[in-house]
T-cell receptor
């Protein structure tokens, strides 16, 4: 079946540090890939997405590239801020599964001033 | 454009009771999906509705059910509540015009606590 694996947290960083969160997936065909972010007490917000191989999604300084050869979609940000403290979820949508999203376990990120 | 709204935001019930949660999608969105979020199991897909029809269903017992109305608003119902049903229930809507590029937008969730 389809699955998403992402690095366990928490990840603790200092402000202005470089952030990487690893995400790998297993799916039939060519899924669409997403990163969502969840702030405390809130729902999920779409951060970025990529729908085909070699696509790069980007938003608010975050980037992720759809790598078919390594079945990965790692999230990166060059200089984090305290406001980036949140839980980040990698997700995929496989065409055969319709509109259903399959999520990774989430990675908590804590940025200290 | 208003986002996805969910009511109520918080709910406390006791074992054996039933509960109904409501979701209003973004205007123009016809697909509504429901997810359960727990610390142990993470985010799990419950079901998806489109044009008042259930299109997809996750691996949950029959106690979990839902429906969608002609205005795309959706409700989910959990009967005979168990302690393990305590979770954040998230609703997501999407226009579903193109499955390849479609995006789901999430509401703030309903926090259900079963005592």
């Amino acid at each position: 079946g389809n699955s998403v694996t992402q690095m366990e947290g928490p990840v603790t960083l200092s402000e202005e540090a470089f952030l990487t969160i690893n995400c790998t997936y297993t799916a039939t065909g060519y899924p669409s890939l997403f990163w969502y972010v969840q702030y405390p007490g809130e729902g999920l917000q779409l951060l970025l997405k990529a729908t085909k191989a070699d696509d790069k999604g980007s938003n608010k300084g975050f980037e992720a590239t759809y790598r078919k050869e390594t079945t990965s979609f790692h999230l990166e940000k060059g200089s984090v801020q305290v406001s980036d403290s949140a839980v980040y979820f990698c997700a995929l949508r496989a065409k055969a599964a319709g509109n259903k999203l399959t999520f990774g376990g989430g990675t908590r990120v804590l940025v200290k001033p | 454009k208003a986002g996805v709204t969910q009511t109520p935001r918080y709910l406390i019930k006791t074992r054996g009771q039933q509960v109904t949660l409501s979701c209003s999608p973004i205007s123009g969105h016809r697909s509504v999906s429901w997810y359960q979020q727990t610390p142990g199991q993470g985010l799990q897909f419950l079901f998806e509705y489109f044009s008042e029809t259930q299109r997809n269903k996750g691996n949950f017992p029959g106690r979990f059910s839902g429906r969608q109305f002609s205005n795309s608003r959706s409700e989910m119902n959990v009967s005979t509540l168990e302690l393990g049903d305590s979770a954040l229930y998230l609703c997501a809507s999407s226009p579903l015009r193109d499955l390849e590029t479609d995006t789901q937008y999430f509401g703030p969730g309903t926090r259900l606590t079963v005592l």
